[in-house]
């Protein structure tokens, strides 16, 4: 098995598993470059994921994918450490759990 796909194994587990959310494969051959994952957490926005083995760098189209993500304001996530992604996740999940308590 791949580091890649090793880390987005670790990863799918945490979320289904700990946090009943889903990472969702997109189909890498339907847009050269498009981000290969979709984390989908309940209350929180989307997020585009690339995954990348660690020290592997991402292909010129696939950081044009980043940066057109960023620049329209979705939430895009290149990720090769398994921490990293939970750190991610951990904030992502505490500001907008946070300002959904806030609202209340």
């Known amino acids: 098995m791949s580091l890649e796909r090793k880390l987005k194994q670790e990863c799918q587990e945490t979320i289904v598993l700990g946090l009943n959310g889903r990472l969702i494969q997109t189909k890498p051959s339907a847009v050269n470059g498009f981000p290969d994952s979709?984390?989908?957490l309940p209350g929180c926005p989307a997020v585009f994921i690339e995954f990348k083995a660690p020290g592997k760098k991402p292909r010129r189209n696939q950081v044009r994918w980043g940066e057109w993500l960023d620049d329209a304001h979705f939430h895009y996530w290149l990720i090769s450490d398994f921490d990293?992604?939970?750190k991610r996740v951990g904030r992502l999940l505490f500001v907008h759990v946070r300002s959904k308590d806030a609202k209340s």
């Open 38 to 40: 979709l984390l989908l």
């Open 84 to 86: 990293d992604f939970n």
